[in-house]
């Protein structure tokens, strides 16, 4: 491994799942803006919907999702009660209709059950419109998963569903403190096939405490081997002054930059070899794939759930700590299951936490997007299409010239083309456009 990727990869970034990105969200975005936007919606609007169920069985020590351990009926049967009465506030706040897609995360809210995910659909299907959802997809653990449970789900619409893997070698399970053997994610695939579920994800992860090379090659290898229709392959970001159960693992145990890079590398070269694509940083899909016809095509989208065909007009969040998006700007829910619950149940939004959008925001989400998916923009082009001069946001010529000294990108005038060496970096070469990232004491994680 050369010396300037080594140092480039020590380098830290936003994800770019959103822009501005969740670190510059303001608490003067309230219940006030949420109503505003949701009732300036117009009517024929395309909505996705994104629902947060916040509980798992055990929090495994790697994770950094919002999310908690239950044990007990009662909390996930008031959540769910909790989460319908905000599905029926926010339709009562908009006229739109729409449903074109439907994702649920978490968590895992496969830990609701039949019962309780069976009837949170049905409100969904009493207020808004789903018929005309391309994709109701879900996240959850496989070790939770049993066949009533995927027949409930079958029944519900879901189409698409991801399972958590990341790592099929013992050793670093019990280092990443999740016991999930490769049977167990195989017999769920075949549930999951068997009701018609086709449509299947698998999440894995390098950078693990005790992973080597090997031990990626082969979580890449016997992933493959169950030929899901899409994975995504993710850096483990050791963040424990943000997420505490990341406390439990052994930050000696962990690989190095270098190691970091070559896992990727391994996982990348398994997964072309059994035929898949690279989309993006770090999704791979089958060629006939939706996700890999849009990457050709540049059309695809990138936003909280990562990449995504997905275009609707916005993005109506329910649940904790859940966040989305209007035509005017981004939208938080509060991070505190009480204070969640509190405002729900007293007839308003949640919503304390988002940013409203500037002129010059949404430009620079655009070239950023373009980037995070495609690999290559003309930032002058971009610059002109919002209505700006091309040379609007110059200001990131010294950035992309020392990336490209790097081999990162290649330059030709204000088009900017990620290398094949540099695309795992490429989310450096976004934070060369993004005008909040000098001025933030946000810690980011690794950028590779």
């Known amino acids: 491994m050369d010396a300037a990727s080594l140092a480039l990869a020590e380098r830290s970034a936003p994800r770019y799942t959103s822009y501005p990105t969740a670190p510059h969200f303001s608490k003067s975005i309230g219940d006030a803006e949420m109503r505003t936007w949701l009732a300036s919606l117009d009517p024929s609007a395309s909505l996705s919907l994104y629902l947060h169920v916040p509980f798992c069985a055990s929090i495994c ?6 999310t908690k351990a239950v044990r007990q009926e009662a909390p996930l049967d008031l959540y769910a009660q909790t989460l319908k009465s905000e599905i029926a506030l926010t339709a009562q706040a908009t006229r739109a209709r729409r449903v074109t897609s439907i994702h649920w995360g978490g968590g895992t809210p496969g830990i609701l059950g039949p019962s309780r995910f069976a009837a949170i659909v049905s409100v969904l299907r009493e207020f808004f419109e789903l018929a005309a959802a391309a994709e109701h997809a879900i996240e959850f653990d496989p070790r939770l998963v049993d066949a009533g449970l995927v027949e409930a789900l079958a029944e519900a619409g879901i189409t698409r569903a991801s399972l958590g893997v990341q790592d099929f070698n013992a050793h670093v399970q019990a280092a990443s403190g999740r016991i999930q053997p490769f049977e167990t994610v195989a017999r769920v695939v075949k549930l999951l096939r068997g009701a018609g579920i086709a449509a299947i994800n698998l999440d894995l992860m390098y950078g693990l405490p005790k992973q080597s090379v090997d031990d990626a090659a082969r979580t890449a290898s016997l992933a493959a081997s169950l030929a899901p229709q899409r994975l995504a392959v993710f ?35 398994i997964l ?16 006939e794939d939706p996700l890999a016809i849009a990457a050709r095509e540049k059309r695809m989208r990138r936003n909280f759930q990562g990449y995504t065909i997905d275009a609707a007009d916005a993005l109506l969040p329910f649940g904790v700590s859940s966040i ?14 009480a204070g969640w619950r509190r405002a729900i149940e007293a007839g308003g939004f949640a919503t304390d936490r988002g940013v409203g959008f500037t002129r010059e925001d949404i430009a620079r989400a655009d070239l950023i997007e373009r980037l995070m998916c495609d690999f290559e923009v003309d930032y002058g082009a971009a610059a002109m299409r919002h209505g700006y001069a091309s040379d609007a946001f110059d200001e990131a010529q010294a950035s992309l010239e020392a990336l490209a000294k790097d081999g990162v990108v290649d330059m030709q005038g ?26 933030s004491a946000a810690r980011h994680s690794s950028a590779v």
Request: proline share 5%; hydrophobic share 45%.
């Open 61 to 66: 020590a790697y994770c950094g999702c919002h």
């Open 324 to 337: 989305g998006r209007l035509p005017q700007g981004y939208v938080g829910n509060a991070v505190d299951l």
């Open 235 to 269: 850096g483990y970001a050791h963040v424990p002054w943000f997420k505490s159960n990341q406390k439990l693992i052994d930050a000696a145990a962990l690989p190095g930059v270098g190691e970091r890079l070559a896992q990727a590398a391994a996982m990348r070269a």
């Open 414 to 439: 204000r088009r900017v083309i990620v290398t094949q060496r540099g695309r795992p970096f490429v989310r450096l070469v976004a934070a060369a456009f993004d005008a909040y990232l000098q001025s």
């Open 272 to 287: 072309e070899e059994h035929g898949y694509e690279a989309i993006g940083l770090d999704h791979f899909a089958r060629p």
